[in-house]
């Protein structure tokens, strides 16, 4: 059973930047592609980004393309996703996602494994 643990959110100014983790445990995440999401109350869940198990593959929703970073370190089971140049509509819950495929990662449904959140809010 994989267990993830979303931090690093918080209170940032608009332009600043954030890295967000996602550390594993419970089983190797190499096994898994790792998907990023936000969510704003009384909004839907979207995709932020995804990166394949081996992190050859990555996609970015286009709203944070050349903004954010997502990447993986596996020797320390953590999968990162660095932000810069952040704006209010960045402010969200964000929420990490593991499942065995990445298709299933990248379209966002039917995945398997989710942390519970960590709160970013985009404020001066």
């Known amino acids: 059973q994989l267990h993830l643990v979303e931090s690093g959110g918080g209170l940032v100014q608009p332009g600043g930047s954030l890295t967000l983790s996602c550390t594993a445990s419970g089983s190797l995440l190499d096994d898994y592609a790792i998907g990023w999401f936000r969510q704003v109350p009384g909004k839907e869940r979207e995709q932020v980004s995804c990166?394949?198990?081996?992190?050859?593959?990555?996609n970015y929703l286009r709203s944070v393309a050349g903004r954010f970073t997502i990447s993986r370190d596996n020797a320390k089971n953590t999968v990162y996703l660095q932000m810069t140049g952040l704006k209010s509509e960045d402010s969200a819950i964000y929420y990490c996602?593991?499942?065995?495929?990445?298709?299933?990662?990248?379209?966002?449904?039917?995945?398997?494994?989710w942390g519970a959140g960590t709160l970013v809010t985009v404020s001066s």
């Open positions: 990166i394949s198990q081996s992190g050859g593959s990555t």
């Open positions: 996602a593991a499942d065995g495929s990445y298709m299933a990662v990248l379209d966002g449904r039917n995945v398997d494994y």
